[in-house]
């Protein structure tokens, strides 16, 4: 039996809430759903942006109708050349590696993730790689967070576009079966059409006992 709270949703900062927007615009438009947004150190969104892999149009300076379209190279792409690098870049999932790449040439001095997503684990690991890149550390990383906000922000990224099989595969293979189930059933179901039309809090709301069950398997599992 769950508890009827949700302190880790309404704990959430604006810059987060606004992620999880992005990212909530990108799912029920069609495309994956992850929303990044780029903050100064007081805290001040300087750019925010969803992933649009599916659109056909996109804001003037982003990217859509590519594999390169995610999130976070949009959020990156909206930010001035030589700007301070003193950045924070806060993203709903944990960035593939491109956008760790990206992240990595950008000015981003921190970096935030909700969800987990365990094909790019070890992926913004570059300062090893040569004397060169040796010179700075890469940004820190905080999360991805293992509770029912975590497992939703991964959700929003599985309910969309359907993943080729290798890539399920992959994921069932380093644990994300009981995840990926759900999506399966939350698609096939009717839920997220269902959902579609309000709110991405309304949303996690409505998915939360699901989500504390998932939270709960993986967990026993050692995920």
Do not use: Y
Request: hydrophobic residues 45%.
């Amino acid at each position: 039996m769950h508890a009827a709270g949700q302190d880790g949703w309404d704990a959430l900062d604006e810059i987060w809430r606004e992620a999880f927007r992005q990212a909530w615009e990108a799912t029920v438009t069609g495309n994956i759903g992850v929303g990044a947004v780029v903050s100064d150190d007081t805290g001040r969104i300087v750019a925010a942006s969803r992933n649009r892999v599916t659109d056909r149009e996109a804001p003037i300076g982003e990217l859509a109708g590519t594999t390169l379209a995610h999130a976070e190279m949009n959020a990156l792409a909206r930010l001035p050349f030589r700007a301070p690098r003193t950045l924070v870049l806060t993203t709903t999932l944990q960035p593939c590696l491109q956008c760790a790449a990206a992240i990595r040439m950008g000015p981003i001095a921190r970096v935030r993730v909700a969800g987990a997503d365990p094909l790019w684990d070890g992926a913004g690991a570059f300062s090893h790689l040569n004397s060169w890149l040796g010179r700075r550390s890469d940004a820190p990383v905080e999360g991805p967070r293992r509770d029912e906000v975590g497992v939703f922000a991964t959700l929003l990224a599985r309910v969309g576009p359907g993943a080729r099989d290798h890539v399920e595969e992959g994921l069932r293979a380093r644990g994300e079966g009981p995840l990926l189930d759900l999506a399966a059933r939350v698609r096939a179901d009717g839920t997220v059409d269902k959902l579609r039309h309000g709110s991405v809090t309304a949303a996690f709301t409505a998915l939360r006992p699901d989500l504390l069950d998932v939270v709960d398997q993986l967990r026993r599992s050692g995920t």
